[in-house]
């Protein structure tokens, strides 16, 4: 049976290539583009197209603050922001009542 795959980024190239499964032995993915470092960003992942710059500026500070896009057992990765007012709102939210900022920009509705 074959393995699946799931998605890599490079952030500064705005590209997201489907690649099998890190293994045990697994090496370290490099963009095809820039010779970057690639992040693993999950299965359930949907890329924005390459020139909605907003969209990738959300993503970044989604995966810098650790969140994933991994599917869970009842579907996809759950809520994810889609605009950085969104994101504003949950790292606001973050910083008033102390809570992580990954955990609080997963939140579907802020308090």
């Known amino acids: 049976m074959a393995h699946g795959k799931t998605s890599y980024v490079c952030l500064p190239c ?3 290539y489907k690649q099998p499964y890190p293994g045990y032995h697994d090496h370290d993915r490099v963009c095809p583009r820039c010779a970057g470092a690639l992040i693993h ?4 992942f949907a ?7 907003a969209a990738w500026r959300t993503l970044s500070v989604l995966l810098h603050a650790g969140v994933r896009f991994h599917k869970s057992c009842c579907g996809g990765p759950g809520y994810r922001p889609r605009t950085l ?3 504003r709102e949950r790292m606001a939210y973050a910083r008033a009542t102390g809570e ?8 579907y509705n802020v308090p």
């Not at 960003?41 to 359930?44: I, K, T």
């Not at 890329?47 to 710059?53: E, F, I, L, V």
């Not at 992580?100 to 939140?107: D, E, I, Q, T, Y």
């Open 14 to 16: 705005r590209a997201s």
């Open 41 to 44: 960003v999950g299965s359930a």
């Open 47 to 53: 890329a924005p197209k390459r020139r909605d710059t």
């Open 85 to 87: 007012s969104e994101v």
């Open 100 to 107: 992580p900022f990954a955990r609080a920009l997963v939140r």
